[in-house]
């Protein structure tokens, strides 16, 4: 994904934090992280018996993280905690959360041993994820970047013509620092990192870009707009016909090729260098036979149109959105993304996937709810300074599930193994 020089020089400064940047790079690179031993995998694998689900519990309980409400032992909660969440409240849909790991993750924000939350009715995807995660923790973990961090929104103002247009779009590009302080007046927690516009006719879309702190931030980023909206028809040399808040082009819960660009959300890439012995051991296949598959793939995917490129990221961004409270409806654009498998000069695997438009929070939103805050303590992503954090096991297990995926065509097994782990209890 390419940026501007000035977001550029806003993600290095984040980064670094005021340290060298040569050693901010080196925790890219450190391999003594899969030096570490391995935790334990969960329990009671492929097993649905209540014992088997008991000693899932008790392992869980072993992390430091107790799990009543998701065990459904604690008492239902009052009606009124749901406000901010749901109207005309009336229950709880109940989906089943699994838990795959451990995923080793050596990125800038998550560093260690993960065991990941997954809430899904479509059998066989928690066996897949942990069957990748197995295998990418076996080869020292995947290694995670979170580059670009913002979030848009988009209002439109429409004028007589377009000179008035063009009028206004110059005047709005000198007044940055007087919409930055709009914005500080209005959040505590997010800041205005850029403005774009775009000048349609006698249309001129605004499109404001904000760093919105550990919140997912749509909400945030709303208000904020709001704010600027007022602060701009306060003061503008000309005034418009009429405007809107949103004008549908901040790529907000779909699939756009601005925001593939651009990034929306946090940006992150993963990667890991896959041993030969571990595909054949793991995937039973090659990974000659995977970069053939992914070769083919990638042009199906170009010749349908898709925006970027994958096997079934959808599959595990979404089983963790609805475990961790996220906004379920981002999963449109939070699954375009990009994967990569190549055979590298020593016959191993290289596998890559980028992920620019992945919209997570640690606080506000759907975090407040107690399964979701129980899921996320699992991992260690409640509250602040965990939101990319929760990104970055997010583009490990996504990575993990396209490497599994992609092993199971590769073999055979994919169809087997939906026959085996798709299907309930035999008829009777």
């Not at 409400?69 to 969440?85: E, I, K, Q, V, Y």
């Not at 407040?368 to 409640?382: G, K, S």
């Amino acid at each position: 994904m390419p940026i501007s020089q000035h977001h550029a020089r806003n993600v290095t400064d984040r980064l670094v934090r005021g340290r060298p940047v040569d050693e901010v790079v080196g925790l890219l690179t450190d391999t003594s992280e899969e030096e570490r031993p391995v935790p334990p995998r969960v329990p009671g694998l492929r097993e649905w018996s209540a014992d088997a689900h008991a000693r899932r519990v008790e392992f869980v309980a072993g992390l430091g993280v107790e799990i009543p409400h998701l065990t459904g032992t604690a008492p239902r909660g009052d009606a009124s905690a749901m406000r901010g969440s749901i109207e005309n409240y009336i229950g709880m849909a109940q989906v089943p959360v699994g838990l795959v790991g451990p995923l080793r993750v050596n990125g800038m924000h998550a560093r260690g041993d993960f065991y990941v939350p997954l809430a899904t009715s479509e059998g066989a995807l928690v066996a897949s994820h942990d069957r990748g995660a197995h295998l990418l923790t076996a080869a020292g973990g995947a290694v995670c970047l979170t580059t670009t961090e913002q979030v848009q929104r988009a209002p439109a103002f429409v004028f007589e013509r377009m000179g008035q247009a063009a009028h206004f779009a110059a005047w709005v590009v000198g007044e940055y620092e007087a919409l930055q302080a709009a914005v500080s007046r209005t959040t505590r927690h997010g800041r205005l990192t850029d403005v774009g516009t775009h000048i349609e006719g006698n249309h001129v879309y605004l499109v404001f870009a904000f760093h919105t702190g550990d919140a997912a931030g749509q909400n945030m980023v709303t208000f904020c707009t709001a704010a600027l909206c007022e602060e701009i028809l306060a003061r503008t040399p000309v005034q418009p016909r009429y405007w809107f808040l949103e004008s549908n082009m901040s790529g907000d819960k779909k699939a756009t090729a601005l925001s593939f660009i651009q990034g929306r959300g946090r940006s992150v890439t993963a990667e890991a260098s896959i041993p030969r012995a571990l595909v054949e051991e793991v995937l039973h296949t090659t990974p000659e036979r995977m970069s053939d598959y992914w070769r083919v793939s990638f042009v199906a995917g170009v010749r349908t149109g898709s925006i970027g490129v994958n096997g079934h990221v959808a599959n595990g961004i979404a089983a963790l959105f609805l475990a961790c409270g996220q906004d379920v409806a981002c999963v449109s654009e939070a699954s375009v993304g990009v994967t990569r498998l190549e055979v590298t000069d020593e016959g191993d695997l290289y596998a890559a996937l980028s992920l620019p438009n992945l919209i997570v929070g640690s606080v506000g939103g759907g975090t407040r709810l107690p399964t979701a805050q129980e899921c996320l303590r699992i991992m260690d992503c409640l509250g602040d300074d965990r939101a990319s954090k929760l990104a970055e096991i997010c583009a490990a297990l996504t990575l993990a599930g396209e490497l599994s995926i992609v092993g199971a065509l590769c073999s055979g097994d994919f169809a087997r193994a939906h026959a085996a782990l798709g299907r309930g209890s035999p008829a009777r």
